[in-house]
């Protein structure tokens, strides 16, 4: 399943395949790019981070990726499962002092 | 890992007074603090930043004498909300940055979910 963040809030996958969730970040003098999981009632969960030097980055099922010519970062979820269900966001820094801004996000429900 | 706790993790109260909110970094020490408010399916915006010893900064549009902050130390951070009204109801988050030198991440506390009466 894939997803354009912004403009369609909502992802359904079925269990097992691979999802893309995507983001349309703001600003170019962005540097530094953080993916959150945040289940219902509680704060958000780091998933991964990438730097404006880097293109892509893979973590544990998970993969991060950077266009900076069109601003855009997606996040690819290998094999997903029922514990995957949740809202998705990417945030952006830019002015290096830590302050993240953080897109609308996207709620993925796995399918069993 | 690091972890960042807050406290209460829910509260009622009633219109008109003020609510006291801890967000605390439990196994380091942060170099900075956030809070950030969260409306039901919408996403996290940031109210202001919070330094040890210094005063907060704030967003736009974010009334400082509502919303209160006191860093008192490097692990402790508190938000507290003045004569709340029910449109100060929300779901508060805080966050805590540990800097390593070579990089930094931001760690989330769980919420405070307020609601006010």
């Known amino acids: 399943g894939e997803s354009v963040g912004l403009h369609l809030p909502t992802l359904s996958v079925q269990e097992g395949d691979n999802s893309i969730i995507n983001c349309a970040y703001s600003n170019s003098a962005s540097d530094y790019f953080i993916w959150y999981k945040q289940e219902s009632g509680k704060g958000p969960q780091f998933i991964i981070d990438?730097?404006?030097?880097?293109d892509k980055r893979q973590g544990q099922r998970v993969t991060v990726l950077l266009n900076k010519t069109v601003k855009h970062l997606s996040l690819q979820i290998a094999a997903t499962q029922p514990g995957d269900s949740a809202v998705y966001f990417c945030a952006e820094n830019f002015a290096n002092d830590y302050k993240l801004s953080f897109g609308a996000g996207t709620t993925v429900t796995v399918r069993a | 890992g690091a972890v960042v706790s807050q406290h209460p993790s829910w509260v009622i109260c009633k219109s008109g007074t003020s609510v006291k909110i801890e967000c605390r970094s439990l196994?380091?020490?942060?170099?900075?603090m956030f809070w950030y408010r969260q409306f039901p399916k919408q996403s996290l915006m940031l109210m202001a930043t919070?330094?040890?010893?210094?005063?907060?900064?704030?967003e736009q549009g974010v009334e400082k004498d509502k919303f209160l902050i006191n860093h008192a130390s490097l692990t402790l951070s508190t938000l507290t909300v003045t004569s709340a009204h029910p449109e100060d109801s929300s779901f508060y988050i805080c966050s805590a940055t540990f800097d390593s030198g070579d990089s930094y991440e931001q760690y989330f506390g769980p919420g405070t979910r307020l609601t006010v009466t």
């Open positions: 919070s330094n040890e010893g210094s005063k907060a900064t704030y």
């Open positions: 196994d380091f020490q942060a170099t900075t």
């Open positions: 990438i730097r404006s030097n880097m």
